[in-house]
């Protein structure tokens, strides 16, 4: 889950062109925005309001979109707000909350003009994020001639009342830029982009990039797929990931059969040069026809690609929830007053489950690896509340103490798919998991029929067996942890303890073996820690300070340039370090040797669940 200032002589032009006060209004919401004249990094957005028949109405900006489950309050990201009657006399404006603005004189209203600012510029320095960031796939960037990453909640706004009312979208830019998105473009000139909409709710979720073309196309069965890259410095292209793109969404249609919910979908990847100025978050967000997707710019491409095949896939396969299968807060999603659903463990658990088990059932990774993954992802839930009932987190995820175990999602809630998956394979002797299941909800419910919150584990029961009512009753509503040793059994697997290859600066992917000495911005080897293989291979020691590696010098401004390209290093490759050692400085040379971690894992050991197992990783 990624921005724009009208002339005063180009905005009187624009204004000539609109109704006159004479003329009959239709009741639809016309939207402006020029990506040619930036100024002072911020763009004017011009709305042409529909007809009110109120005294006053007030415009909204998103507090919260969907997908992202945080208050971002996109309305801190807009100033200079107006509201301009038909001969551009401005009308009464009260700013009620950062989000939203009362205008008097609803009946003459004709336009309303605000300038935007991009969220990109506002992230964390040093290469880390802050609390309040907006999540980089869900953000805006404003890069004046290169790149404007638009998704369009954070330019659009909507009117109460209004938000049924269709839109259209034009979009002014520079020849050179091209924009992609998974909209049809209805102006055909190489300056103007014109879109229609149906409604706000449909617009917001129709994300463009504008960059230099750099594009690829290739279709999945009847479905096209459009890959857009910018890439700073050059250093990808579009070329570079289709390949492994093509290969991964052929083996998702394969997996997913039957659903099919767009004939086109758009990937837009933006790679961040993690400059201060730049986006931090790394990940993406799903849209239904869409994602963007921002990783580092200084991934070295394998490492790129398996880190997308990850992500993209689990964007993909939200078209099946919650995008098909959705409760009623996500159909009449309020984007100022959000309701939350009970069951993020479906929307993002099941879709992170599939972007695991898809792997294995294609052959992309083997039962060892998927063994590995969900290994992993109960560990890290263990370190979140184990006890916490997960429907009322998700009811209450905006909020805390549930907000900071919305993570879980992508742990726990994978693995709540994982059972119900296999005990559905055990009550059906290896013939229906939990892929049959999203099937049948979406053959129920659908992309326009939402179910409600209250009633879906029952219908879920309905479609499955008992067991996995009661499972849902006690370990998903209730507070009891899960046991999954038990379910892993079910289908012959047992616990085993595993080898896996570490990071060199992370123990266990979380505790780091590095600081940074805040007098100096240097990185430093925290003094007490137990070295792993990596450092004491290199002669390497507690309170060294690492100045540069491979001829790159490194601080805490670009510390996690360290750590990222370093989850690309190999067994035996050559590396080169400057260090500081008790004040002196001095050059190693030597070999990586990655550390090796003992985790707790699984195996396959009981041959008599065979046949079930291989239905359920390979059915």
Known sequence: MKKIILTLAVASFVWSCKTTPSSTKKDEVNVSIDLVNVTDDKVMVSIDAPTFTSETTTFFIPKTVPGTYSEDDYGRFIEDFKALDASGNGLKVTKIDVNSYKIDEAKKLAKVTYLVNDSFDTEGGGGFGKSDDVFSPAGTNIKAGENFMLNTHGFVGYFEGKTETPYTLTITHPENLLGVSAMIDLDKSNSTDIFQSSKYATLVEMPLMYSKPDITTFMVDDMEIIISVYS????????DITPNMEAMMTAQKKFLGAFNATKKYAILLYLSNLDEKDAKGFGALEHPTSTTVVMPEKMELEQLKEQLKDIVSHEFFHIVTPLTVHSNEIQYFDFNNPQMSEHLWMYEGVTEYFANLFQVNQGLIDETEFYERMS?????????????????MSKNVL???YKDQYINVYQKGALIAMCIDILIRENSNGQ??????????????GTKKAFKDEELFATITKFTYPAVGEFLNKYVAGETPIPYDEYFAKMGVTPAEIEVEGNPFLKGGQIPYITIDQSTKEIMIIPSIELNEFMTNLGL?????????NGTNYNLDNIYDLVIG???WKDGDAITMKIKRDGNEQDIKGTIKMPKEKREGYQSTDNSKKTVREAWLKG
């Not at 700073?232 to 070329?239: M, S």
């Not at 992802?377 to 009932?389: A, F």
């Not at 229906?432 to 099937?439: A, C, D, S, Y």
């Open 432 to 445: 229906k998991g939990i892929l049959n299941l999203m099937q049948d909800l979406s053959k129920e419910f």
């Open 232 to 239: 700073p410095t050059g250093k990808y292209t579009a070329k």
């Open 566 to 568: 370093s989850m690309g």
């Open 376 to 392: 992993d992802k109960i560990q890290q839930s263990k370190r979140l509340n184990d006890k916490m009932s997960f429907t009322k």
């Open 399 to 401: 909020k805390e103490p």
């Open 541 to 549: 020691k507690g309170g060294d300070k690492i100045l540069a590696v």
